[in-house]
């Protein structure tokens, strides 16, 4: 406990000075890989880099280690050993997730502790299981077992000392995801990760989103989504730095990036998009996929990640609809599509100069 209470007063007295971020698995661990064959090593280094080179344009006094900066297999022990050596003051394990059902979705935080239900202890021995990749790892690691939830016990009460600064700065995380990038939120959890308990400084373990989910696959493998990710991370480590600079007795603020408040997991791959209609009569076809009383901004996540929304007023009703075609036939096609994302009562309307018609009366008018 001396060392702890050494490490913890020298820290306070630092403030933050130093960040180690950690882009898990890699090399010969892919980690998880998506339906695509998206893979968690590139995404969650491409989120790393990100987030370093912000931390680094805006905190030019931080000192940003990188446990791995290129495709390289680091083993977990290594990992934590670079941010004690580094004496950091912070420890950012970046992952993604993935699990047997393909609907599963979100954002988490994970911090050292013990788990509260099997399925985080199952993220903790994903996790995990690279040390089995590792040469050695029986003696290294004291025979620990990945695949044991007994060890998980003892492990998890290695490091409390800095839990507090943990979930402070895991909270963060999470609620900024949310409000930032629209994900859904799976909370802050506590679990055994064999390379946080190693860490001799407040630490966290980020689960961006899962691979085995289409939609965010597609968004965790696109630079853009990435750089989002990146964005969200670095404005909560401005405010947590700030709020450590209080307590250190430095009044500073946090130095956040506004950033577009959209993420749009899945456009729509649709050549006939938001297109002007060609038919000389101004006939246009749309699919109304909702009716409300209130109205509802016309956003992706608002309507399961659909970018070509739009809304019209009947009456005291709010009309929304997407596509735009000047046949009937893409309609259809893109009708199919809508009620796929389970939009089931979906349908086709027709529009004469903008002026609601029957779909019978804009096909005869097309004859």
């Not at 890989?33 to 893979?39: A, D, E």
């Not at 979930?167 to 629209?182: E, G, Q, R, S, T």
């Not at 480590?237 to 009044?251: L, N, W």
Request: charged share 30%; hydrophobic share 40%.
């Amino acid at each position: 406990m001396l060392l702890f209470s050494n490490i913890l007063l020298s820290q306070t007295k630092m403030g933050i000075k130093t960040v180690v971020i950690d882009p898990g698995h890699g090399g010969k661990d892919p980690g998880a890989i998506g339906i695509h064959k998206v893979k968690e090593k590139d995404v969650v280094l491409a989120v790393a880099l990100k987030l370093g080179e912000l931390i680094k344009e805006n905190y030019p006094d931080v000192k940003v280690i990188y446990t791995r900066s290129t495709d390289d297999f680091i083993g977990l022990a290594e990992r934590a050993s670079v941010a004690n050596k580094a004496k950091a003051d912070l420890f950012i394990s970046i992952h993604s997730n993935v699990a047997g059902n393909s609907k599963a979705r979100g954002f988490e935080a994970w911090v050292l502790g013990l788990h509260k239900s099997q399925a985080a202890l199952n993220v903790a021995k994903l996790e995990n299981s690279s040390i089995l990749m590792e040469d050695g790892h029986t003696s290294k690691y004291e025979d620990f077992d990945p695949s044991d939830p007994d060890a998980y016990i003892g492990l998890s009460m290695r490091q409390n000392v800095f839990l507090d600064q943990s979930l402070m700065f895991a909270d963060l995380i999470v609620k900024d995801a949310v409000a930032n990038v629209h994900v859904k939120s799976r909370g802050v959890k506590q679990a055994g990760f064999v390379v946080l308990y190693r860490t001799t400084m407040p630490a966290v373990l980020i689960e961006l989103g899962f691979l085995s989910n289409a939609e965010e696959e597609k968004f965790l493998g696109n630079a853009e989504g990435q750089r989002k990710l990146a964005t969200t991370i670095y404005n909560s480590f401005s405010t947590y730095k700030a709020r450590r600079d209080k307590i250190d007795g430095v009044v500073t603020s946090p130095k956040l990036i506004k950033d577009k408040p959209t993420v749009e997991y899945k456009k729509e791959e649709i050549k006939t998009e938001k297109t002007e209609t060609k038919n000389k009569k101004n006939i246009t076809f749309r699919i109304q996929i909702a009716t409300s009383q209130k109205k509802v901004e016309t956003k992706p996540y608002n309507f399961k990640g659909m970018n070509d929304v739009d809304m019209y007023i009947s009456g005291k009703f709010y009309k929304y609809v997407v596509g735009n075609y000047s046949n009937l036939e893409d309609a259809k096609e893109r009708l199919a599509k809508v009620k796929e994302k389970g939009y089931t009562t979906a349908f086709i309307i027709a529009f004469e100069n903008g002026k609601r018609i029957s779909v019978k009366d804009a096909i005869n008018r097309l004859k």
